[in-house]
C-alpha cells in the first residue's frame, strides 16, 4: 500500500480536506462532522457542553475510546491528529487542571482554529503543536496515554505512528483510539486514489494487518470493538459494504 500512492498528492489532498472541515464545517463531506455523530458513537452530552463550540462543529471522528482510555487527574495526555481540538478540549476537561494535554496536527488551519478557541476557552491545560504523527514534536516516556480518532487510516506509514506512540507513552501507559479498518483488501485502484485516501477509505488497513502493527510496535491489545458508525455519501457507503470498511475503537497498553 505505501509503495502504490503517491504520498504528495494524498498530502495535498488530506490537508485540503481538512482545511475545509476547519473553516467550512458545514460543507458536503463524505464523512458526518459534529455533535449529532459525536453524540451516536457515544461522546458525552453534558461533557460536550463544556467544549468549544467551534471544535465540536468541525468534529470529524469516527468512534468513541474515552471509556477504554481511563484519563484520571492529573495525566498527560498526546491526541494524534488533533484537528480543531475537540477530542483534546475534551480530554482536558478529564485531566484537569493538574493534567495536560497536546495536540499534533499537520494542517495549519486546524492547529491556528483550535489554539483561537483554547485561547478564547482560557484553556491553561491543553496546548496545539504543528507537526506529523509519524515523528511527533514530542519528548520520550513523557506520555501517560496517546489518542487518535480517525487518522491513523490518512498514514502511509502506520508503523511509524505507532513506533511512536510507544516512544512517547511511559511503560504501562495506554494507546486509546478510533479508526478506520476493513475486513477485506482494498483494491489497487482503490489505494491508489488520493480522494479515497482523504475521505478515510482508500488507507483503511484490514483490521487484523492493523492489529498487528500495534502489537509489533511494542503494545498489548487489551480490546477491540466496533463502533456504530457509517459514511453518509453512496462512494463511502457502497466501499464499506464491499470491503467491510468499518469504525473499531482499540485500547493497547505498552508493555516496556
Not at 483554547?118 to 501517560?144: C, H, Q, S, Y
Request: net charge negative.
Amino acid at each position: 500500500m505505501t509503495a502504490t500512492v503517491d504520498t504528495q498528492d494524498l498530502e495535498a489532498k488530506v490537508m485540503d480536506m481538512y482545511r475545509d472541515v476547519a473553516q467550512r464545517p458545514h460543507g458536503a463531506f463524505h464523512f458526518e462532522l459534529g455533535q449529532p455523530v459525536a453524540l451516536r458513537v457515544g461522546y458525552d452530552a453534558s461533557l460536550l457542553a463544556g467544549v468549544p463550540t467551534g471544535a465540536v462543529q468541525s468534529f470529524a471522528g469516527v468512534g468513541y475510546f474515552f471509556d477504554l482510555a481511563d484519563l484520571r487527574a492529573g495525566d498527560t495526555v498526546v491526541d494524534l491528529g488533533s484537528g480543531s481540538g475537540m477530542d483534546a478540549f475534551y480530554a482536558a476537561s478529564l485531566v484537569g487542571p493538574t493534567g495536560r494535554v497536546v495536540g499534533i496536527d499537520f494542517t495549519r488551519e486546524q492547529v491556528q482554529k483550535a489554539r483561537v478557541l483554547a485561547a478564547t476557552w482560557g484553556a491553561t491545560n491543553v496546548e496545539f503543536r504543528e507537526g506529523r504523527i509519524e515523528a511527533l514534536p514530542f519528548p520520550d516516556v513523557t506520555a501517560d496515554c496517546v489518542i487518535s480518532n480517525g487518522v491513523i487510516n490518512l498514514c502511509p506509514d502506520k508503523k511509524a505512528v505507532f513506533a511512536e506512540a510507544a516512544r512517547a507513552l511511559r511503560p504501562g501507559g495506554r494507546l486509546a483510539i478510533a479508526d478506520i479498518v476493513t475486513e477485506q483488501p482494498l483494491t489497487e485502484s482503490i489505494v491508489c486514489n488520493a480522494d479515497l485516501w482523504a475521505s478515510c477509505i482508500g488507507g483503511a488497513a484490514q483490521q487484523d494487518l492493523y492489529r498487528k502493527a500495534i502489537e509489533s510496535s511494542g503494545f498489548v491489545v487489551d480490546r477491540l470493538r466496533v463502533n456504530a458508525y457509517t459514511f453518509i455519501s453512496e462512494q463511502a457507503r457502497n466501499a464499506s459494504a464491499k470491503y467491510g470498511v468499518k469504525s473499531i475503537s482499540v485500547l493497547a497498553t505498552r508493555t516496556s
